[in-house]
């Protein structure tokens, strides 16, 4: 069924009784102002590209048809009549709206509306900060953001609007592709970038699969997006042209600067983010370099210090480069500032992204590298002095003593850190389980896959315990701490089928030794995981119960109720996988 088929009525909705005139999404300004760098127009590097409004007209130019020498060839083949007029065919078709008219008389009422926008910034704005609320409040808001925006709100509606939300982000994903190809300018307007990246993280996690598909192909677009305005590196400032205008610009004046400088490099920021998550998420390979990024971390109005990997005295946010971050920490293996919680994910991120990295050759060998005397067994370049998983790690456990209120992001580090661990200490756990429940692959590779597992399983009770330990803390961490964020449903996915893969192929696992006491292990409790790890015995997790009384379809159930509470639809999918090794 379409999703433009789940529109609701709104009570109070205004009947539409004259037409409405035409308006653009948003105004563009010219190429130049949206591309922020100084290359000259006519510049020979092929990538520059200063697009017009003119650049969607096409017309063909009348040809001098002549005889060339090459048709003399007798053996040549010709296009037929009929082939002919089914390209005409083609284009003629493909040059017409793509979509039937939508009846707008259904369109949500503006209580509506402005209820689904507020629950964007209660439920979502926090795990994505990359819209500035004043925004969201002018008369000139653009609508096409505001139309992103609340169909994200909608999904977290307790009234049941999961169908209007799917319809406005359908509707907003057609609102996107008929700007991109009618001006080719909107592909680096800052708004529609915005825009371009909640319809795509939307798409991602609101169960659709069609709209999950336009987000993967959308990824892409994004990348492009941000590298071709500069959102990751050196570009133009807004400041520093107001300085250069105006000697002694006012303080109203450089605050607005400064607040389109930042909204460009948190949108760069965001896109990044996202990139990261996708991969760390789905583990599909990101497509931004860490390399290519040289910018200031995203800054917020909490400066959240860490005690380890050890911080220096306060300095300010903005001045923090990402690489002289990256290049602290695995140099010296401290943060030399305080960062935001925006920042800190992001150096979560990027921690996970060279583990990553290091494990990207794990599949092409028969045998990979186990380390049995250690929790880390990722290789990496001798000019890192610090593992990056290792720090991962340093970084999860001084999240916990922050003096802030936890949030979606600062829990990401700790969600990160667990998942690191179920994921890479052997090598492709998760995507082998996940194909051990069916995922892809036929009834062969399913069975290879469980005989995998099982054989991991026998010959490595010390990694079989800590892949364990992990998943339980994750599990605890996420009870503990539920904010509703679309990573959550993968997450809650990954500790399901890591739970049950260990305990429908293992035989002995948790069982006790004579006087050996019971372990309790808890979102912040490191100390007795590691203990449990070490010597095994009896254990029971936090918010799911002794180990000796889970079986495999008891984990199965508890996940599955977990999952039929989020709002993301994903979720839903993700439910109805469990249950399917339910009945197994």
Same mark, same amino acid.
């Given at each position: ?137 002018? *008369? ?21 609007? &999961? ?74 400032? !807004? ?13 109203? +004046? ?52 860490? *005690? ?52 990207? !050759? ?54 990160? &850190? ?80 890591? !739970? ?30 590691? +203990? ?53």
């Amino acid at each position: 069924m379409s999703p433009l088929n789940w529109f609701h009525s709104s009570e109070g909705a205004p009947a539409i009784t004259h037409p409405i005139a035409p308006a653009k999404p948003i105004s563009l300004p010219p190429s130049s102002e949206l591309i922020r760098d100084a290359q000259p127009s006519d510049t020979p590097w092929p990538h520059v590209y200063r697009p017009s409004e003119t650049d969607s007209q096409l017309s063909l130019s009348p040809i001098v048809q002549s005889m060339p020498s090459i048709f003399r060839d007798p053996n040549l083949d010709f296009i037929k009549e009929a082939i002919r007029e089914s390209m005409m065919t083609l284009v003629s078709s493909t040059n017409q709206p793509n979509w039937p008219a939508v009846d707008v008389a259904l369109f949500p009422s503006t209580q509506t509306l402005s209820v689904c926008i507020n629950l964007y910034f209660r439920h979502f704005h926090d795990t994505l900060p990359i819209i500035r609320r004043s925004k969201t409040r002018a *008369t000139d808001a653009p609508p096409i953001l505001l139309l992103a925006m609340a169909s994200i709100g909608a999904m977290y509606s307790r009234d049941k609007l &999961s169908g209007l939300a799917i319809a406005l982000n359908e509707l907003t994903r057609r609102a996107i592709h008929y700007m991109r190809e009618s001006d080719q300018r909107a592909m680096f307007d800052t708004t529609f970038v915005q825009a371009s990246l909640l319809q795509s993280i939307f798409g991602l996690f609101c169960g659709s699969r069609m709209l999950y598909q336009h987000a993967e192909i959308s990824r892409g677009s994004l990348v492009t997006a941000a590298r071709r305005m500069h959102l990751l590196r050196p570009s133009l400032s !807004f400041v520093k042209e107001l300085q250069k205008r105006h000697k002694n610009p006012s303080e109203e +004046e450089l605050r607005r600067a400064q607040a389109d400088d930042d909204e460009r490099r948190n949108l760069g920021w965001g896109i990044y983010l996202y990139d990261m998550q996708i991969s760390a998420l789905l583990n599909i390979a990101p497509l931004l370099s860490v390399g290519e990024i040289n910018v200031p971390l995203p800054g917020d109005n909490e400066a959240y210090t860490t *005690t380890s990997p050890s911080t220096s005295p306060p300095a300010d946010q903005d001045t923090v480069n990402f690489r002289a971050v990256l290049d602290s920490l695995l140099s010296h293996g401290t943060i030399p500032v305080p960062l935001s919680s925006f920042g800190l994910s992001v150096v979560a991120h990027t921690l996970y992204r060279l583990c990553t990295d290091a494990a990207t !050759f794990d599949p092409i060998f028969s045998q990979p590298s186990v380390c049995r005397d250690s929790l880390y067994r990722l290789p990496f370049p001798p000019t890192f002095h610090y593992n990056p998983q290792e720090l991962l790690d340093q970084l999860s456990a001084s999240s916990h003593s922050l003096p802030n209120k936890p949030n979606s992001l600062i829990v990401s580090v700790s969600a990160l &850190s667990h998942l690191g661990h179920m994921q890479f200490t052997w090598p492709s756990f998760l995507n082998n389980v996940k194909i051990a429940a069916g995922k892809s692959g036929t009834e062969e590779s399913k069975a290879d896959a469980r005989s995998w597992v099982r054989a991991r399983i026998e010959e490595d009770p010390i990694g079989t315990r800590s892949i364990l330990a992990q998943a339980g803390q994750l599990s605890a961490l996420l009870s503990r701490f539920t904010f509703d964020s679309p990573a959550e449903t993968v997450l809650t996915l990954d500790l399901g089928l890591t !739970f049950w893969a260990i305990l429908k192929f293992s035989t002995s696992i948790g069982e006790p030794l004579p006087n050996q006491r019971r372990i309790i292990i808890t979102w912040s409790d490191h100390a007795a995981a590691s +203990e449990w790890i070490r010597i095994g015995g009896p254990v029971s997790f936090q918010g799911l119960g002794d180990l000796s009384d889970l079986s495999s379809t008891k984990v199965l159930s508890i996940f599955s109720e977990r999952l039929e509470s989020m709002p993301w639809g994903l979720a839903q999918r993700f439910k109805h996988v469990l249950m399917s090794l339910e009945k197994e």
